[in-house]
Nanobody
């Protein structure tokens, strides 16, 4: 059984910062990629950032330079530090992991945490 729990969302003023955390319970599975996605009202879910188990990272152009994704493999957590937040960053943020064994890997999603950027 795999469970993902996100935390750290909330209301922040433009220019402010937030740190999102996703904690994964994965039993005996190994975690591969860990990612953050977001979905704004009326829009498709989009990738924000990904970090591989080799700590290689990728960011959406919209957050590049303002956000940092990091992971703690001992704790099975992935964080997203977001700075210089803009109203257009308002969305529900979802954690996604790829986990499994050497034969099969699966993707798992968290339930999401709301981030609202508003004055």
């Amino acid at each position: 059984q795999v469970q993902l729990v996100e935390s750290g969302g909330g209301l922040v003023r433009p220019g402010g910062s937030l740190r999102l955390t996703c904690a994964a319970s994965v039993s005996t599975f190994r975690i591969y990629d860990m990612s953050w996605y977001r979905q704004a009202p009326g829009k498709q879910r989009e990738l924000v950032a990904t970090i591989t188990n080799a700590n290689s990272t990728k960011y959406a152009d919209s957050v590049k330079g303002r956000s940092t994704i990091s992971r703690d493999n001992a704790k099975n957590t992935v964080d997203l530090q977001m700075n210089s937040l803009k109203p257009e960053d308002t969305a529900v943020y979802y954690c996604k992991i790829i986990a499994g064994d050497s034969r099969f890997q699966y993707q798992y999603w968290g339930e999401g945490t709301q981030v609202t950027v508003s004055s």
